[in-house]
């Protein structure tokens, strides 16, 4: 089955513990984004990948990072997290052109 | 940069027809798209309008107006299923992702009552 699947689900954690959350895709997709949703902000754009070793800024970058090693992998890594980045996260790929985006089914991030 | 507009809130009834507004701002454009998310979960792409007039997939239609910087999405013999938030995206070759990642507005939250 074509999908995108991100984990955990849910992550509790503490200011300053890093943490990575993971997204692959077996659809053999190029591009591949995450995206950050807040009540009454939709979804924001953190950092996208056009491909293999090719990552670039989203819209709200700060705090995150992210690598693109292999073409199915897109993991999210918060080296130190703030209250701030509480959210729920979504990685999505895409074969790019007019092809839409598949979502994973996010992840729920809570840091205390 | 872009900017796209649309309702925050829209309520219908089961079995009406209820029409979701986006205007958007972008430096370039390339297609404008729709999404469906219920609550708690992913989105999922509903319809994608590159060209001026209307694409319609069963209950469900998609109209653009690039003149007018303008496209709608419109639902026809609402169900309660309907229930969810609708998002427009626009490709845009000048913002970040270019034309392959869009830019999402802030969603319409669509309530069907009985």
């Known amino acids: 089955e074509a999908q995108v699947t991100q984990n955990p689900r849910y992550l509790i954690t503490v200011t300053g513990k890093k943490l990575t959350v993971t997204c692959s895709q077996n659809?053999?997709?190029?591009?591949m984004s995450w995206y950050r949703q807040d009540p009454g902000l939709g979804l924001r754009q953190i950092y996208y990948?056009?491909?293999?070793?090719?990552?670039d800024k989203g819209d709200v970058p700060e705090g995150y990072k992210v690598s693109r090693k292999e073409k199915r992998n897109f993991p999210l890594i918060l080296e130190s997290p703030s209250p701030n980045q509480t959210s729920l996260y979504f990685c999505?790929?895409?074969?790019?052109?007019?092809?839409?985006?598949?979502f994973g089914n996010g992840t729920r991030l809570t840091v205390t | 940069g872009q900017s796209l507009e649309q309702p925050s809130e829209v309520t219908a009834v089961e079995g009406a027809i209820v029409q979701i507004n986006c205007t958007y701002q972008?430096?370039?454009?390339?297609?404008l798209s729709w999404y469906q998310q219920h609550d708690g979960g992913a989105p999922t792409f509903l319809s994608y309008?590159?060209?001026?007039g209307l694409e319609e997939t069963g209950r469900f239609s998609s109209f653009l107006s690039r003149s007018d910087s303008y496209g709608y999405l419109l639902l026809q013999e609402l169900q309660m299923k309907d229930s969810a938030s609708y998002f427009c995206?626009?490709?845009?070759?000048?913002?970040?992702?270019?034309?392959?990642?869009?830019?999402f507005g802030r969603g319409t939250s669509l309530i069907v009552h009985p």
């Open positions: 999505a790929s895409s074969v790019g052109g007019n092809s839409p985006l598949h």
């Open positions: 659809m053999n997709h190029e591009y």
């Open positions: 990948s056009m491909n293999v070793e090719v990552t």
């Open positions: 972008t430096s370039g454009f390339y297609g």
């Open positions: 309008n590159a060209l001026d």
């Open positions: 995206a626009v490709r845009d070759p000048h913002a970040s992702g270019g034309s392959y990642i869009p830019t």
